[in-house]
């Protein structure tokens, strides 16, 4: 007679199994709790799980950030989460997952503990290229403010204006303006460059604020076509916008707006707002190259 043996698998091991789940669950509910037994039983703080809200794998601290649940991403970040630790799929870090999520408060915390404003992901897309592309102001307007580079471009040299414009979010453009973003260069989406963006969506005002910040219009070849042919109606149709840019090429423009193109382009980069509040010049001349 053969005498059977059994295989008895300890009970840690069968709840270890699917603690990836337990884990993504927690997060995905908002479940304290469950998060600080499955760490506290011996669970990374820096595993990667699937996140189901995504259908990614990112890391637990991520997972956090882009639901928005700050009392479980305190918790990771004291238990020795790293906060600028990248997924494997992407290279993003828990910011970019919170400027995905949409997350102003967590971007907040996560840049007060000195989260890298200008981290890349695998397509070197920074995280105010990914707020820009959801068009969330609160949070870009935090990122400037802690050093964030507005002029960063990604692997498809897309700068976060490039995205802002493309997407249409209106009050994004005109921070990123301000904030010294104007780059002209063509990408492979959209109409090609931010200012051919903005004749499209009709943005007549920031289309404006972008000349007056000192735009380059070498790379706008269409534009080149209507100012030949500007006297035909036809050829420039009922878009206001384009007829803006028209009237400004035409209009002489003035010593005061040459110097404030020429000072904020010597200060272009990070911190350019702030770099101009400190000039030792006048109140009104700051607002004037602010754009206030």
Same mark, same amino acid.
């Given at each position: 007679?053969?005498?059977?043996?059994?295989?008895?698998?300890?009970?840690?091991?069968?709840?270890?199994?699917?603690?990836?789940?337990?884990?993504?669950?927690?997060?995905?509910?908002?479940?304290?709790?469950?998060?600080?037994?499955?760490?506290?039983?011996?669970?990374?703080?820096?595993?990667?799980?699937?996140?189901?809200?995504?259908?990614?794998?990112?890391?637990?601290?991520?997972?956090?950030?882009?639901?928005?649940?700050?009392?479980?991403?305190?918790?990771?970040?004291?238990?020795?989460?790293?906060?600028?630790?990248?997924?494997?799929?992407?290279?993003?870090?828990?910011?970019?997952?919170?400027?995905?999520?949409?997350?102003? +408060?967590?971007?907040?915390? &996560?840049?007060? !503990?000195? %989260?890298?404003?200008?981290? $890349? @992901? *695998?397509?070197?897309?920074?995280? #105010?290229?990914?707020?820009?592309?959801?068009?969330?102001? +609160?949070?870009?307007?935090? &990122?400037?403010? !802690?050093? %964030?580079?507005?002029?960063? $471009? @990604? *692997?498809?040299?897309?700068?976060? #204006?490039?995205?802002?414009?493309?997407?249409?979010?209106?009050?994004?453009?005109?921070? &990123?303006?301000?904030?010294?973003?104007?780059?002209?260069?063509?990408?492979?989406?959209?109409?090609?460059?931010?200012?051919?963006?903005?004749?499209?969506?009709?943005?007549?005002?920031?289309?404006? &604020?972008?000349?007056?910040?000192?735009?380059?219009?070498?790379?706008?070849?269409?534009?080149?076509?209507?100012?030949?042919?500007?006297?035909?109606?036809?050829?420039?149709?009922?878009?206001?916008?384009?007829?803006?840019?028209?009237?400004?090429?035409?209009?002489?423009?003035?010593?005061?707006?040459?110097?404030?193109?020429?000072?904020?382009?010597?200060?272009?980069?990070?911190?350019?707002?702030?770099?101009?509040?400190?000039?030792?010049?006048?109140?009104?001349?700051?607002?004037?190259?602010?754009?206030?």
């Amino acid at each position: 007679m053969t005498t059977r043996k059994w295989c008895v698998i300890p009970m840690a091991f069968t709840v270890n199994f699917d603690r990836d789940g337990q884990m993504s669950q927690a997060i995905s509910s908002n479940d304290l709790h469950t998060v600080q037994q499955l760490i506290s039983s011996g669970m990374s703080v820096n595993s990667v799980v699937h996140n189901p809200d995504k259908q990614e794998n990112t890391t637990i601290l991520a997972g956090a950030c882009y639901a928005g649940n700050l009392d479980i991403v305190d918790y990771l970040l004291k238990a020795g989460a790293y906060i600028n630790h990248k997924d494997p799929c992407y290279g993003r870090t828990p910011l970019h997952w919170a400027c995905i999520g949409r997350q102003e +408060n967590v971007t907040l915390y &996560l840049i007060k !503990n000195k %989260a890298d404003v200008n981290c $890349v @992901d *695998r397509d070197n897309v920074t995280p #105010i290229i990914t707020a820009s592309m959801v068009g969330c102001q +609160n949070i870009i307007t935090s &990122l400037l403010n !802690n050093g %964030a580079n507005p002029c960063a $471009v @990604d *692997r498809l040299r897309a700068s976060a #204006i490039h995205y802002a414009t493309f997407y249409g979010h209106s009050e994004v453009i005109s921070t &990123l303006i301000k904030s010294g973003c104007n780059s002209n260069n063509h990408v492979i989406f959209g109409q090609g460059t931010p200012l051919a963006n903005l004749v499209h969506i009709k943005d007549q005002e920031n289309c404006k &604020l972008l000349l007056e910040s000192g735009y380059n219009l070498d790379n706008e070849e269409w534009l080149s076509d209507f100012q030949r042919h500007q006297s035909m109606s036809n050829s420039i149709g009922s878009n206001s916008t384009i007829k803006t840019i028209l009237t400004w090429l035409q209009t002489p423009r003035s010593l005061e707006s040459y110097c404030r193109i020429v000072i904020r382009k010597c200060m272009q980069g990070v911190y350019l707002q702030n770099r101009v509040s400190n000039l030792p010049v006048p109140l009104t001349i700051k607002n004037y190259l602010l754009f206030l």
